[in-house]
């Protein structure tokens, strides 16, 4: 029998707000910051505190939400999710339950519908480093996972409540992907979104974007859904696309095999390349959800939606499409500047100061640019090299001023001195010889210097052009133009 994933996504945001969602502690570095330095009464849940929203967070939540093209409530209601956990002092998360900040969005995957369910807001808990009985810390930096591991015997467990209280905004779509790549497109592109509208630096590696997507199987053919089961802990987006084609196969394997998939969590084992039971839909939490008594409702006014509408700026998805019409950008080629904002604001700007046909500023920019800020470790956010000086530098080289190897030389010392290339090709003399006479005449040398090539040559071994072509260019220092020095050599040759 066949059959077909069916697949929906949770995504937990952290909004980069300066404080955090309802007291004025500041949202700090989850991975470098010394723990509960940025912790108060309020989000260290202190009994008689009062929470306040942090108006920033509903507008972040709205700048998304609108990308997404959701129905807004003008009322949502926060809610208390009541459970115990160390790393949650309060015994609830506020979140919003019934009446979410936000539902019915959607977003396209190539052709592909993906139907956006609700938007919502939430806090963040703590976090549990466990300790083993040697003092050898676990890996803190599992923020998904620390509330499903315990202290191994014999250790014990650090909280650090730097995050509790942090934004968050899930982000719940409908059960329409049907491909692991489809689920990897996805959380990309939502990264890139949240990175567009400044809400998140969209790193999963630090556990500030978490994608949990909840997978099943069903014949092909039929429309009931499967048992689902949830994979946490993906803190890579490698991880995530490999972990849900791992879930998909194990699945069916079993059924296949006459079994039947049980509803549980599991988590993601980097190092197996599997997954591995966390929890069972038996510990399943009965969270006792009731309005948040020291909250009011939440009220978005109309003049408030149009006020995020008109902010926003040009959507990832948008660029995208203007990318591929009007600069002729195959789909990697657009995606690969699209995704990351910087990249294509850059490629544009270069564009836009006369760097050339968009054919070489794309070369330029994705090839010669990029590996130099690969490894050099210096990104498009130093500001080191000006597009405006990448512009000028394609210019000379459009201009016949310096020929391609003298520009790559030149692009590195303009990325590792800050100096224009101008002043680079003058003080060094890099200036490309055009000259006829000046050619003609280190051809000539050439040719006398290495009679046996030339005899070679005319003896019928074609070949030896490319090795005399080499010699000229060595004695004019790489500076010759090498078109005209073809040209001289071939009419040279063929006397
Ligand atoms: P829960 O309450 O366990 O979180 P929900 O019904 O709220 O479950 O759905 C959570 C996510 O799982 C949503 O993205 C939804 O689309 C997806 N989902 C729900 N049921 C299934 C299923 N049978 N197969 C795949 N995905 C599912
Ligand atoms: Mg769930
Ligand atoms: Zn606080």
Known sequence: MNYEPVIGLEVHIEMLTKSKMFCSCP????????????VCPICAGHPGTLPVLNETVVDFALRV?????????????????????PDLPKGYQISQYEEPLAVEGQIFIGEKLIRIRRVHLEEDTGKLTHVDGRGTAESAENPVESQNRRAPTGGYSLVDLNRAGVPLLEIVTEPDFHSAEDVRAYAELLRALVRYLGVNSGDLEKGVMRVEPNISVRPVGTETLGTKVEIKNLNSFRALERGVAYEISRQIQ???AGGAVAQETVGWDEAKQSTYSQRSKEDAHDYR?????????????????????????????????????DYGLNHGEAW??????AAG???????????????TVYAWVTGELFSLMNTSGYGFESGKLPPQEMAALLKLLADGKINQNTAKNVLAEMFASGASAESIVAARGLAQVSDAGFIAQIVA???RENPHELESYRAGKVTVANFLFGQVMKKAAGKANPQVVRAELERRLKE
Do not use: H
């Open 445 to 447: 040398e050439t040719l």
């Open 27 to 38: 949202v700090v570095d989850s991975v470098s910051a010394e723990p509960n330095s940025a």
């Open 65 to 85: 939400a609108t990308a997404l093209g959701c129905r807004i409530n003008p009322v949502s209601i926060f809610a208390r999710k009541n459970y115990f956990y």
């Open 254 to 256: 079993l059924i296949e």
């Open 345 to 359: 604001e850059y490629f544009q700007s270069v564009l836009g100061a006369g760097g050339g046909a968009v054919r």
């Open 336 to 341: 690969g500047l699209v995704s990351e904002k």
């Open 289 to 325: 959800y009731f309005p948040e008594p020291d909250l009011p409702p939440l009220v978005v006014s109309e003049s408030w939606m149009n006020r995020v509408r008109a902010s926003l700026p040009e959507l990832p998805w948008e660029r995208y499409k203007r990318f591929r019409a």
